[in-house]
């Protein structure tokens, strides 16, 4: 995920939002699920998932707000999903923002997350990302950026209430 400022146009309003650019596979690997409609599937470049208050401050609330249009950075979104009001996030110490939408190219930049199975170590893990991250420094060489320079492990804390019994790098 990457977190973005997106510019929200309501009719002759613009209003400047927080959201968060994830994966097709976001949700399900955070075992995150939308109170109404669904999550960000493959395919799915001009969709958007809203957080409950974004639904009930800026859509009244309506069920029916599901399949509405959003004009976000002049690009036209559709909501497919709305969150729970007592989902969080993995970024921010735990605040929810407004929007996500899907990652549309493959030069955006993503931070990642994963859990660590059972009986693997933060640094089996550290070793399993470097040697994927090599590879793609080896498939899409870039100057400017290398994978493997870019690698930076954090422990989250607290991530027991997003995912449960499930430990996060």
Known sequence: D?????N?????????????RV???????????VAVGRTIQPGDLDAVVVSDRFWK?????????????????????HVIGILPPDHRTLVGLGFAPE???????EAARVSL???????ATVDDMRLRVTAVCSQLDKIYPDPHMTWTREINFSRI???????GNNRAF
């Open 2 to 6: 990457e977190n973005v400022q997106l």
């Open 8 to 20: 929200w146009r309501s009719g002759e309003t613009n209003r400047r939002l927080f959201g968060i």
């Open 23 to 33: 994966t097709e596979n976001f949700f399900n690997e955070i075992q995150a699920r």
């Open 57 to 77: 401050t800026h859509l009244n609330g309506d069920v029916n707000a599901l399949g509405q249009t959003m004009i976000l950075d002049g690009e036209i979104h």
């Open 99 to 105: 929007l996500y939408v899907p990652v549309r190219n």
């Open 113 to 119: 997350y994963g859990r660590i199975p059972a009986g």
């Open 157 to 163: 804390s607290g991530v027991e209430r997003l995912m």
